[in-house]
């Protein structure tokens, strides 16, 4: 006799239970035996770790009926595979139907011939034992397949890295300043909204005939400021895009940094960020481009934001401190941190952390290449759960790019 482990198991759902006790007599020898008295019941014998082989299953059962049932079960990735025969007093042609467009593999009516229903269970365990094998042969194809598949995507990859790498880093960034642009249009809506009132203001005088010479010059002069400010935006986005046509000069690094800032400034904004700035008034200038070195900062802050996401209190500081002939930024924030792991890699070009389409793996790439053309260096201090800092070492005096 086999090992009662060994043997199939049948789950009998009915609420009737001499149904129950029935159907167990004529089973017992030959197979495992579960019992559930209602639909409910059944649904998590199924969907538990041990579920059964095949499912003996009653129509008319109160507040779930078995048509119910075998619908969630075949909803269900985890039981949708367990044969299910109707073992119910239905016996129209209409309900049959239905409980095999449902999903069912048999429909038996009550009275039940014991010979018929073993045949039948019989039957179709053979046919599940066989599709079984089938899946697990198929599964293990599969896994070939895609091992051979992961080896060809990564060749084919490693030569579109090599082939397009630039093309991909100028969309990545591209991205980058569709997401700047945001910022940079709420603050272009203040200077317009009061430059639009001080025109209404005028139209009004004008209609009225109630000019105010001295008030209007007022009014005027400070829209035109505004105007100058919308002017320095764009000029800023424009030069953002287009770094590479920038030279290197001499440049005042708080004004880099709080350029940087300002241009994240809607960001911070909403996700309610506090920017904690630490930069001394007699900061030397250094030589360098001052939209390359904007982009680091603003990549820095980009990626702070993501890892501040869960934090109850968010904090960026930036603070820099002179010595001798270099500066030296230290850029840090109280956020998620970053096991080792991942600290190794940042700034390898692709990789990255975020979900598939969220980025290309590329900021902290650019970071360290603008870093090198610089002639400084940066290095990174994380804690997984308490935050990350960078430090950031350049030149002062250096005479050439």
Same mark, same amino acid.
């Given at each position: 006799?086999?090992? &009662?482990?060994?043997?199939?198991?049948?789950?009998?759902?009915?609420?009737?239970?001499?149904?129950?006790?029935?159907? %167990?007599?004529?089973?017992?020898?030959?197979?495992?035996?579960? #019992?559930?008295?209602?639909?409910?019941?059944?649904?998590?014998?199924? &969907?538990?770790?041990? =579920? =059964?082989? /095949?499912?003996?299953?009653?129509? @008319?059962?109160?507040?779930?009926?078995?048509?119910?049932?075998?619908?969630?079960?075949?909803?269900?990735?985890?039981?949708?595979?367990?044969?299910?025969?109707?073992?119910?007093?239905?016996?129209?042609?209409?309900?049959?139907?239905?409980?095999?467009?449902?999903?069912?593999?048999?429909? #038996?009516?009550?009275?039940?011939?014991?010979?018929?229903?073993?045949?039948?269970?019989?039957?179709?365990?053979?046919?599940?034992?066989?599709?079984?094998?089938? &899946?697990?042969?198929?599964?293990?194809?599969?896994?070939?397949?895609?091992? %051979?598949?992961?080896?060809?995507?990564?060749?084919?990859?490693?030569?579109?890295?090599?082939?397009?790498?630039?093309?991909?880093?100028?969309?990545?960034?591209?991205?980058? /300043?569709?997401?700047?642009? $945001?910022?940079?249009?709420?603050?272009?809506?203040?200077?317009?909204?009061?430059?639009?009132?001080?025109?209404?203001?005028?139209?009004?005088?004008?209609?009225?005939?109630?000019?105010?010479?001295?008030?209007?010059?007022?009014?005027?002069?400070?829209? %035109?400021?505004?105007?100058?400010?919308?002017?320095?935006?764009?000029?800023?986005?424009?030069?953002?895009?287009?770094?590479?046509?920038?030279?290197?000069?001499?440049?005042?690094?708080?004004?880099?940094?709080?350029?940087?800032?300002?241009? @994240?400034?809607?960001?911070?904004?909403?996700?309610?960020?506090?920017?904690?700035?630490?930069?001394?008034?007699?900061?030397?200038?250094?030589?360098?481009?001052?939209?390359?070195?904007?982009?680091?900062? #603003?990549?820095?802050?980009?990626?702070?934001?993501? %890892?501040?996401?869960?934090?109850?209190?968010?904090? #960026?500081?930036?603070?820099?401190?002179?010595?001798?002939?270099?500066?030296?930024?230290?850029?840090?924030?109280?956020?998620?941190?970053?096991?080792?792991?991942?600290?190794?890699?940042?700034?390898?070009?692709?990789?990255?952390?975020?979900?598939?389409?969220?980025?290309?793996?590329?900021?902290?790439?650019?970071?360290?290449?603008? $870093?090198?053309?610089?002639?400084?260096?940066?290095?990174?201090?994380?804690?997984?759960?308490?935050?990350?800092?960078?430090?950031?070492?350049?030149?002062?005096?250096?005479? &050439?790019?």
């Amino acid at each position: 006799m086999e090992n &009662e482990s060994s043997l199939p198991t049948i789950l009998i759902v009915d609420d009737v239970p001499a149904n129950i006790q029935f159907l %167990a007599v004529q089973l017992k020898s030959r197979y495992q035996i579960k #019992i559930a008295t209602s639909g409910e019941k059944g649904l998590h014998i199924a &969907e538990s770790k041990n =579920p =059964p082989d /095949l499912i003996l299953l009653d129509i @008319m059962m109160p507040e779930m009926d078995g048509y119910e049932v075998c619908k969630r079960l075949k909803g269900n990735p985890k039981t949708k595979n367990i044969p299910v025969f109707f073992v119910t007093a239905m016996g129209e042609v209409e309900d049959e139907t239905k409980g095999l467009e449902l999903g069912a593999v048999d429909y #038996i009516t009550k009275p039940v011939t014991p010979a018929i229903i073993n045949a039948r269970i019989k039957a179709h365990l053979e046919l599940k034992k066989y599709r079984d094998h089938l &899946e697990q042969l198929v599964d293990e194809r599969t896994v070939d397949l895609a091992d %051979a598949n992961i080896k060809l995507r990564k060749e084919i990859e490693e030569r579109i890295r090599l082939e397009k790498q630039e093309k991909i880093i100028l969309q990545d960034k591209f991205s980058n /300043l569709e997401q700047l642009a $945001v910022g940079l249009a709420h603050e272009v809506n203040q200077p317009l909204t009061y430059i639009n009132t001080v025109i209404q203001v005028a139209i009004d005088s004008i209609k009225n005939d109630k000019i105010n010479p001295e008030k209007m010059l007022v009014k005027f002069t400070k829209a %035109a400021a505004q105007v100058a400010r919308i002017i320095e935006l764009t000029n800023h986005l424009r030069a953002l895009r287009w770094p590479s046509e920038m030279q290197h000069e001499q440049v005042d690094l708080s004004a880099v940094i709080n350029d940087s800032m300002n241009v @994240m400034n809607e960001p911070l904004k909403q996700h309610a960020i506090n920017l904690n700035s630490q930069i001394p008034d007699d900061l030397p200038p250094i030589y360098g481009n001052h939209h390359k070195l904007e982009q680091i900062f #603003i990549n820095l802050t980009t990626n702070a934001i993501a %890892a501040l996401q869960e934090q109850n209190e968010k904090e #960026i500081t930036v603070a820099v401190v002179h010595e001798k002939d270099q500066v030296t930024i230290r850029f840090s924030d109280n956020g998620c941190g970053m096991v080792p792991e991942v600290q190794d890699k940042m700034f390898e070009a692709f990789f990255t952390t975020k979900d598939r389409g969220q980025g290309a793996g590329i900021g902290m790439c650019i970071v360290l290449d603008i $870093v090198s053309e610089h002639h400084g260096t940066i290095s990174c201090d994380s804690i997984p759960g308490r935050g990350t800092a960078f430090s950031i070492t350049l030149p002062l005096n250096r005479l &050439e790019p």
